[in-house]
Structure formats: structure tokens, C-alpha cells
């Protein structure tokens, strides 16, 4: 079974500063995607960004990048530039391609930015 | 778009009682839905998988008497909490995709539930 976890119960950063969250998976699949979603107080889950694990460039969105080792089952989230906003839970999660189409979530991290 | 509501966002039932919470995709049409259940801090639970017109899929320990859902059609799945108890208190999350392409699955707002 595919687990996914994520060792920072919580990450406090200074507003305009870069904060990185750790994510790693096990999985005995080849291709898959990675997601970082983010749960703000009105909890909404929002698609931060995806990554497709066949394709080796890391995924960017705007503020946000993707550091991803397949090798070491890493998928970390960079935000940069900090903002009040980016105040939320994050959950990295990953899903396989075959049929079934589940996604398994990590335990979450929650990112307190300091003004 | 892909947009997906849920109905209620809040409900509060008494013990014994059986609520209905509804998930819509408000602009495609889903042929799979998903359900979560979401404890205080801490992270999303998938409860059972729905693909329209067939039977639920549960995960491992969910009992599929108590919560029963319909995917009657492609745009609507139903999650009904029979019985209810003060334990099944919790924010309740569907999701829906569309066969093709990622399977990029679109999340409603949730609906929290409190059994008195």
C-alpha cells in the first residue's frame, strides 16, 4: 500500500521569506502524479501544484515549486515570497495512473507566516 | 470551472437520526465521486469511491450500512449517515473527477456534521 508522510506537523516563516515542506511516498509504481494541496480556514481544499512522476522537470506555480526525487521518494514544496494568505494547512498526496484513480494523503503540515 | 458544492455546509441532527449530505459538480459531469471524512487536525480519510449507476466502493473499516451513497447520476452523489451518533461527528468532504485526461479530482467545500 502507498503511504505518504510528512515529518513537519507545523512550519512557522516571516512574511516575504521561503519556506520548504517535506513530503516523502512509498510506492512500488513507475508512473504516478504528486499533489500539494492547501487547506485554508474555510477548508477548501485548493490545488496548489502537480507533478507528473515521468516527467523529471520540477513543476512550478508562480510562488511555488516542487523539488522532486523519484529516486528517493521526495517531493518537497518550496513557497516563496510569503504571504498572510499562504497561511494554511498543506497535505502532499499522491494517486497512481492505473485505474482506481485514489489519492492518499500525508498528515498534513501547517504553515503559520508571521508579519 | 470545475466547480463542486456540497449541501449542507453545516448540519446538526439529534442521536438516532439519519442526515443526507449532498455533492454536486456544478459544471461537468463526474463519473467517479469520492468521500472523505476530515477529524479536527488531522488529515483526509477516503471513506468509500462511487462511480455512477454501480454500487460504492468502501474502503477497509468503513461500515456501508451506516453510510450509504448514491451516484445516481453524473452530476449528483449522495452520502447518507444512518443512525447517527455523537461519534460521527466530523467535516464530511466529497470530490469528483472525470474519466480521461488526469483524473484530476475537484473538491467540494465540506459539511460538517454534529450529532447531539
Known amino acids: 500500500a502507498q503511504t505518504v508522510t510528512q515529518s513537519q506537523p507545523e512550519m512557522s516563516v516571516q512574511e516575504a521569506e521561503t519556506v520548504t515542506l517535506s513530503c516523502t511516498y512509498d510506492t512500488s509504481e513507475s508512473d504516478y502524479y504528486l499533489f500539494w494541496y492547501k487547506q485554508p480556514p474555510s477548508r477548501q481544499m485548493i490545488l496548489v501544484i502537480r507533478q507528473e512522476a515521468y516527467k523529471q522537470q520540477n513543476a512550478t506555480e508562480n510562488r511555488f515549486s516542487v523539488n522532486f526525487q523519484k529516486a528517493a521518494k521526495s517531493f518537497s514544496l518550496k513557497i516563496s515570497d510569503s504571504q498572510l494568505g499562504d497561511a494554511a494547512m498543506y497535505f502532499c498526496?499522491?494517486?497512481?495512473?492505473?485505474?482506481?484513480?485514489?489519492?492518499?494523503f500525508g498528515g498534513g503540515t501547517r504553515v503559520l507566516v508571521k508579519p | 470551472g470545475a466547480v463542486v458544492s456540497q449541501h449542507p455546509s453545516w448540519v446538526i441532527c439529534k442521536s438516532g437520526t439519519s442526515v443526507k449530505i449532498e455533492c454536486r459538480s456544478l459544471d461537468f459531469q463526474a463519473t467517479t465521486m469520492f468521500w472523505y471524512r476530515q477529524f479536527p487536525k488531522q488529515s483526509l480519510m477516503l471513506m468509500a469511491t462511487?462511480?455512477?449507476?454501480?454500487?460504492?466502493?468502501?474502503e477497509q473499516g468503513v461500515e456501508k450500512d451506516k453510510f450509504l451513497i448514491n451516484h445516481a447520476s453524473l452530476t449528483l452523489s449522495t452520502l447518507t449517515v444512518t443512525s447517527a451518533h455523537p461519534e460521527d461527528s466530523s467535516f464530511y468532504i466529497c470530490?469528483?473527477?472525470?474519466?480521461?485526461?488526469?483524473?484530476?479530482?475537484?473538491f467540494g467545500p465540506g459539511t460538517r456534521l454534529t450529532v447531539t
Open positions: 470530490s469528483a473527477s472525470v474519466a480521461g485526461g488526469t483524473y484530476e479530482q475537484y
Open positions: 498526496a499522491y494517486r497512481p495512473k492505473a485505474a482506481g484513480n485514489k489519492l492518499t
Open positions: 462511487s462511480n455512477e449507476g454501480s454500487k460504492a466502493t468502501y
